[in-house]
């Protein structure tokens, strides 16, 4: 079993930055793959970006890249996801998600869920 617990969003104007943060527990946490996601107010929830159990690999999503990071310490067992430039579709609740192994885009693929952090990004 895998816990994940996100912090770190807010309310930003355009063009900010934020870092979040996931931290995991459990006794394998390391060994998880780990992704965010996004959900806007009345949109189907979004595969932002994910990388590796090793952080080796990192992939994202068109809209991601360029301008957000991610990033593992797992002496920390923490996630955390850099995002730059800041617009107000970045609006959404993000979640980090976590699978044993290899990584996915696909949000039925990951077996344990953050509660989410909001981030509001205002024009």
């Known amino acids: 079993q895998v816990q994940l617990v996100e912090s770190g969003g807010g309310l930003v104007q355009t063009g900010a930055s934020l870092r979040l943060s996931c931290g995991a527990s459990g006794r394998t946490s390391s060994s998880c793959a780990m992704a965010w996601f996004r959900q806007a107010p009345g949109k189907e929830r979004e595969f932002v970006a994910r990388?590796?159990?090793?952080?080796?690999?990192?992939y994202y999503a068109d809209s991601a890249k360029g301008r957000f990071t991610i990033s593992r310490d797992n002496a920390k067992n923490t996630v955390y996801l850099q995002m730059n430039s800041l617009k107000p579709e970045d609006t959404a609740v993000y979640y980090c998600a976590a699978r044993y192994y290899s990584g996915s885009t696909e949000i039925s693929d990951y077996t344990y869920w953050g509660q989410g952090t909001q981030v509001t990004v205002s024009s």
């Open positions: 990388i590796s159990w090793r952080g080796s690999n990192e």
